[in-house]
């Protein structure tokens, strides 16, 4: 049995490119695979809240005492757990400033833990998930994977060392570039996007 973890880190829901990839791989992938499970977040809906002074107690070791702390103690734990089940993780990452959104950020906060999903050793960190496959599909205005604004791709490389820090290091990323290049570009970056996924889906 293959268990999907989907995360959607969009602010801009009904109208997200990411999540209509999504949406259009999640219905591919479960015609093909009908023992397939998912669970999916919608951070973009759901936004966690961000790591700070009023919740970080009780993350790292320590007690949590107030409500936000046991609150993120809580879901981090949570979140951890759907992590380490997952066989398939499949991340919708919108780039916002050149990164990936503060929503997505806030996800890798709760899921990135020393001791859960990597260790150090003498020698450096280690992973500690192992055997995963991850998806990500990447929506952006402008164009990045080649040409002049390649060098300030600050999103993919971040995206490919957290999810290597974890472990995950089988990672296909998928690309919808040229969103913001008008019309003709944006329905054929879509387009190839999908027809990308759909043949992941097929293929996993
Ligand atoms: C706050 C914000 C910042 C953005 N920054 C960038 C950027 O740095 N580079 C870029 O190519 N597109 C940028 N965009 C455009 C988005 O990447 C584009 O709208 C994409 O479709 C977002 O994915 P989504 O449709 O799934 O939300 C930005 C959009 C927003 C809302």
Redesign the pocket.
């Known amino acids: 049995m293959s268990k999907v973890l989907i995360i959607k880190s969009?602010?801009?829901g009904n109208?997200?490119?990411?999540?209509q990839l999504i949406d259009q791989f999640r219905n591919s992938y479960a015609a093909g695979h009908l023992d397939a499970t998912f669970t999916e977040h919608d951070l973009g809906r759901h936004p966690l809240p961000a790591l700070s002074a009023l919740n970080l107690a009780g993350f790292a070791g320590t007690a949590a005492e107030s409500a936000d702390e046991v609150a993120l103690a809580e879901t981090s734990e949570k979140l951890v757990s759907e992590l380490e089940a997952a066989d398939l993780v499949v991340i919708?990452a919108?780039?916002?400033?050149?990164g990936v959104t503060a929503l997505l950020k806030t996800w890798f906060d709760y899921v990135l833990r020393a001791g859960r999903t990597f260790r150090y050793t003498e020698n450096g960190p280690v992973g500690l998930l192992k055997g995963k496959k991850a998806i990500v599909i990447e929506?952006?205005?402008?164009l990045?994977s080649e040409g002049p604004a390649a060098v300030m791709d600050s999103q993919e490389p971040h995206i490919r060392t957290m999810l290597g820090f974890a472990g995950i290091t089988d990672v296909t990323f998928v690309r919808a570039e040229k969103?913001?290049f008008g019309a003709d570009a944006r329905d054929a970056a879509i387009l190839a996007a999908g027809n990308d996924l759909g043949q992941l889906a097929a293929a996993a």
Do not use: T
């Open positions: 969009s602010a801009a109208g997200s490119v990411s999540n919708g919108p780039m916002y400033n050149f929506s952006r205005g402008g990045y969103l913001a």
